[in-house]
């Protein structure tokens, strides 16, 4: 049965991945995206990394098509022409790459196998010693935010740096005349029904966004997908209401700076850890107890995660939309 | 404090970085990027010393051991690697506060220094790492910042410049993480030392040879070795001059670095060179790199573009010198990376006190430049000099250790070609000091209008550093062999 999950669900990703390259138009090929990111999400869900189909089907499913609808009522919709050459030289080069990839699978070890040596060398210590080490159920949030915390400290650095380069980009090409208000800002303002579940649905997702920030010690989640939730949330009453009241909330100013003290948050809680005589984002002496101390640095770490995601999603919606009401007004 | 130095080294910058937002006043955020730098420097400077002195330091991050938390592992190597970093990465900040009021609008200039702390410390982030996948993670950081730095150009071409650079950049770290994900299923850890200890056992299944395949190729597009140099020169012309300056002079370098740790440390060099033909293959591309580059440099008309060519025809210099597989080799590429550093930091801050006086960086733009900018045009000169390798300049140290290396493995021919590389410079720096010292200017009876001190100062810190390390070479040989011969000794 679950052979045949993984065929079906391989080959409708097959399916999409193909469609999207030959897709001229770009609106389809977004969609075809959000797709392919639904069907990995369950892909990784069927392989029982749970937090990972989470991950994808929030980042890979929902902000990011978002992300790229806003840059393509920008940029326009149709692919231009495309030269066959370098289809041809291109199209080589794919098949290349993806014989070198075929041939690695060959001395691969078996999915799943208790042989493997990714089973054997440092995931047991993981599994039998966590719950003794850091004292929470989610392994796979211990080894994130703990084992390997300053991993993640990089990938929030990541995120924050992605940020500022899409404002940094944008900030060069100054809107053309002043941004209008109203009707441009908010395309489905018009929409009653819209509207009105919008207002319904908007609340539930903060919460959502809330709870899976502060159970990912206990159930698949934490800071990344909270975040991204959260700025969701945010992003959906812009369409619906206007950017203009949203920015009355939060302006693009505020935004910039929670997103630093997402980061700066992380990185001091690290330096707690020096401060108590230990290394660099080191917990175990934050509270009486070393479990105790994991579990503080833990939640405030993930907090900073959450905080920069949420505010740097919310950001490059922002940046984006401005360009998209100046360009329309001009 | 002394004990946190590794990580101190890197997290400075990186927890710098994002109070420049909340700081907000672009001069006083360029006092704080520029006190942050230094501070990284001193740190740096006190790690190679305790390097020197007590041998390899590890660090364990979240006071988890090895190989299941991360560890920084600094050994010589690194260290050498660090300093050269950090040292640029100072000098160019020194001068980027007259340079980018100049060339940036009032808004951008926070942004930019805070993504210029985030690339520095990305850089510093995947030389001081002992973990495979941190080092993606790192590499991550100084990518995206690159990128955005790059756009911030002037000119629209930077753009689509930085559009380019950050596709080929970004198929290179996709590589380099699928390299690192079959490294890890075939020995399932991510520790550089503990990925040493075990490759060897494994012998060369395909899943390793295509491990070693795609980070070959990942590391290779990010070093811009001929012929996947194709978005540097683009790159390199329409970014900030600022930015052009810093990321000539470290991010390529960084990118030499991963090569080296990957082919000699974790693999190892028997695997590395002998198992598949990379020594001819990097000895090959390297001299094409050499060759072709140096020849397209003198045709460009664009001074940043033709020292950018110039950079890919060093890239060479520095492979060749690992693929001639010894220590002498090795040594030779890791003087080159420092010397290599100290030109075109030199050369490119000059370039950024021309473009702030003259607004161009054409070929005709020079013309009379030697009577108008005589310091500025006198610090390209030791620079062109060092790059072509005269003796007395740094430049000369290392081609002549490469050199060396080359003839005592008796590759005569590579040895031969080299010296034409350097001919090869000979002529595209000739055409420069040709047009400033031999032309007259289009609007004869200009006064001497130099660049400002705020420039001034950096470019020649390093140009005399050019002339100082080509006579003082103690303390340059002294690190590389000490690095070089624990390169090859087998430990890491």
């Known amino acids: ?330 | 404090m002394l004990a946190h130095l590794p990580v101190l080294q890197v997290i400075l910058p990186l927890v710098a970085a994002p109070s420049c937002l909340i700081i907000r006043k672009s001069g006083l955020v360029w006092l704080f990027t520029f006190l942050v730098s230094l501070a990284a420097l001193t740190v740096s400077a006190l790690l190679l010393q305790q390097v020197i002195d007590s041998g390899v330091i590890s660090y364990h991050l979240g006071g988890w051991d090895a190989p299941w938390g991360i560890e920084y592992r600094i050994d010589i190597l690194n260290a050498w690697v660090l300093l050269i970093v950090s040292a640029l990465g100072t000098v160019v900040l020194a001068a980027a506060h007259t340079s980018i009021r100049r060339e940036l609008e009032e808004g951008q200039q926070i942004l930019f220094y805070t993504l210029y702390l985030l690339c520095f410390s990305g850089l510093l982030g995947i030389v001081a790492t002992g973990d495979v996948f941190n080092v993606f993670v790192f590499l991550e950081i100084s990518s995206l910042s690159t990128y955005a730095l790059i756009a911030l150009g002037r000119d629209r071409r930077a753009l689509w410049a930085a559009f380019q650079y950050l596709v080929m950049g970004t198929v290179g770290a996709t590589f380099l993480l699928i390299g690192i994900g079959f490294l890890y299923m075939v020995t399932g850890t991510l520790n550089m030392q503990d990925l040493a200890a075990r490759l060897p056992a494994i012998g060369t299944s395909t899943t390793v040879l295509a491990a070693f395949a795609f980070i070959l190729v990942g590391i290779c597009l990010k070093l811009a070795l001929f012929p996947l140099h194709l978005w540097l020169p683009n790159a390199y012309a329409y970014a900030p001059s600022v930015v052009t300056a810093f990321i000539a002079a470290t991010a390529t370098k960084v990118a030499v670095y991963l090569l080296i740790r990957f082919t000699v440390s974790i693999f190892g060099v028997d695997f590395s060179l002998s198992v598949l033909p990379l020594q001819h293959l990097l000895i090959g591309l390297g001299l094409l790199g050499v060759l072709t580059a140096s020849v397209v440099a003198v045709y460009q008309m664009n001074i940043k573009r033709m020292f950018a060519y110039s950079s890919v025809a060093q890239v060479g210099y520095m492979i060749v010198g690992i693929g001639l597989g010894t220590a002498a080799g090795l040594q030779a590429t890791l003087l080159h990376l420092f010397n290599h550093a100290l030109m075109k930091g030199a050369l490119f801050l000059a370039l950024a006190g021309v473009v702030y006086r003259v607004g161009s960086a054409n070929i005709s733009a020079f013309r009379g430049l030697g009577r108008r900018m005589p310091w500025t045009m006198g610090a390209i000169v030791i620079g062109g000099i060092s790059l072509i390798g005269m003796p007395l300049t740094a430049g000369f140290i290392s081609k002549w250790y490469l050199i060396s290396a080359a003839v005592d493995s008796s590759h005569w021919l590579v040895a031969l070609l080299l010296v034409a590389g350097s001919l090869l410079a000979v002529a595209y720096v000739w055409r420069l000091v040709e047009a400033a010292y031999f032309h007259s200017p289009e609007t004869p009876d200009k006064p001497a209008d130099e660049a400002p001190l705020s420039l001034l100062i950096p470019t020649w810190l390093l140009a005399l550093a050019n002339l100082y390390f080509g006579v003082d070479t103690r303390l340059p040989l002294a690190v590389t062999e000490m690095a070089s011969r624990t390169l090859f000794g087998g430990a890491l």
């Open chain 1, 1 to 330: 049965m679950e052979l045949l999950v993984d065929i079906a669900l391989l080959g409708l990703l097959l399916v999409t991945a193909v469609a999207i390259a030959w897709a001229r138009d770009l609106l389809a090929a977004v969609m075809l995206a959000g797709i392919y990111g639904l069907l990995s999400a369950s892909f990784f869900m069927v392989m029982g990394a749970v937090d990972v189909a989470f991950t994808e089907a929030a980042v890979g499913a929902g902000i990011s098509p978002l992300l790229m609808l806003a840059t393509l009522s920008l940029t326009g919709r149709f692919q231009a022409g495309t030269d066959t050459r370098r289809v041809l030289f291109s199209l080589s080069l794919v098949i290349l790459v993806g014989a070198l990839l075929v041939a690695a699978t060959l001395d691969m070890p078996a999915f799943g196998s208790p042989e493997a040596p990714a089973q054997q060398h440092v995931a047991p210590r993981y599994i039998t010693e966590s719950m003794n080490e850091i004292g929470i159920p989610n392994i796979v949030t211990s080894v994130l935010a703990s084992y390997r915390a300053y991993d993640t400290l990089g990938e929030v650095v990541v995120i924050f740096t992605a940020g500022l380069g899409v404002l940094a980009l944008l900030m060069s090409l100054p809107p053309q005349g002043e941004p209008v208000r109203g009707e441009l800002l908010s395309p489905m303002r018009g929409h009653r029904i819209l509207r009105v579940i919008g207002k319904i649905l908007i609340p539930p997702i903060l919460v959502f966004a809330l709870y899976v920030q502060f159970h990912g010690e206990y159930g698949p989640g934490g800071g990344f997908q909270a975040g991204v939730i959260f700025a969701v949330g945010f992003i959906l009453y812009a369409m619906l209401f206007g950017l203009d009241v949203v920015a009355r909330v939060v302006s693009n100013a505020v935004v910039q700076v929670i997103a630093a003290v997402g980061v700066l948050l992380y990185g001091t809680v690290g330096l707690l850890g020096m401060l108590t005589g230990n290394n660099y984002l080191d917990y175990r002496d934050l509270a009486g107890d070393p479990v105790t101390g994991q579990h503080i640095g833990i939640i405030a770490i993930e907090l900073g995660v959450g905080i920069t995601v949420a505010s740097v999603m919310m950001l490059v919606f922002f940046v984006f939309s401005g360009q998209l009401a100046g360009r329309r007004a001009g």
